[in-house]
T-cell receptor, first 115, second 116 residues
Framework: DAGVTQSPTHLIKTRGQQVTLRCSPKSGHDTVSWYQQALGQGPQFIFQ???????QRGNFPDRFSGHQFPNYSSELNVNALLLGDSALYLCASSSRDHSLNTEAFFGQGTRLTVV | AQTVTQSQPEMSVQEAETVTLSCTYDTSESDYYLFWYKQPPSRQMILVIR??????QNATENRFSVNFQKAAKSFSLKISDSQLGDAAMYFC?????????????FGAGTQVVVTP
């Protein structure tokens, strides 16, 4: 089991550009959540996708958007990048089936640097 | 709104000794989960231990145990017989068991340093 995989691992973008980050959930998981972790801080919830729809959203502007595909993989898109968007972006997958362990598994993250 | 507070930015412990990390949270809900996650330099969040709020018994996982005080909204982690591999950032997290299922709220973290 490959667990949760994220790509790319590192990314450098220029202010004003757009970026797409990708996440493949752990086998058997159908829910993907995205988090932003600024340097020296705890992760902050961005949004969650289930059945290809955004189910919950944290306090992030509309510049942050996402998508979930039929195979449960997900993308996080950020438009009009700001310097403050520089952070580690973490993807977590879990299962809505409560007969299973509801533990969330995390990927290794994508380190985004905006210059 | 729920908040999670970790008041210890860094804790140092010698190998084989015990260290306790503090976490407090604020919620008006009664049904939730609490977690401790470990984040080593590899960046991947690894679940250390999980506690269901409806369970009075404190969770344990090998050398890791928690002291869950629901009335006081306190959830501390004890690492016994510390090992060099325990060095990492530790995050306390809260998850509401309702429509907010799957949304984790994290504290700011505590850096654990293990000295030989």
């Amino acid at each position: 089991d490959a667990g949760v995989t994220q790509s790319p691992t590192h990314l450098i973008k220029t202010r004003g550009q757009q970026v797409t980050l990708r996440c493949s959930p752990k086998s058997g998981h159908d829910t993907v959540s995205w988090y932003q972790q600024a340097l020296g801080q705890g992760p902050q919830f961005i949004f969650q996708y289930y059945e290809e729809e955004e189910r919950q959203r944290g306090n992030f502007p509309d510049r942050f958007s996402g998508h979930q595909f039929p195979n449960y993989s997900s993308e996080l898109n950020v438009n009009a990048l700001l310097l403050g968007d520089s952070a580690l972006y973490l993807c977590a997958s879990s299962s809505r089936d409560h007969s299973l362990n509801t533990e969330a598994f995390f990927g290794q993250g994508t380190r985004l640097t905006v210059v | 709104a729920q908040t999670v507070t970790q008041s210890q930015p860094e804790m140092s412990v010698q190998e084989a000794e015990t260290v306790t990390l503090s976490c407090t949270y604020d919620t008006s809900e009664s049904d939730y989960y609490l977690f401790w996650y470990k984040q080593p330099p590899s960046r991947q969040m690894i679940l250390v231990i999980r506690q269901e709020a409806y369970k009075q018994q404190n969770a344990t996982e090998n050398r890791f145990s928690v002291n869950f005080q629901k009335a006081a909204k306190s959830f501390s982690l004890k690492i016994s017989d510390s090992q060099l591999g325990d060095a990492a950032m530790y995050f306390c997290a809260y998850e509401l068991v309702t429509d907010s299922w799957g949304k984790l709220q994290f504290g700011a973290g505590t850096q654990v340093v293990v000295t030989p």
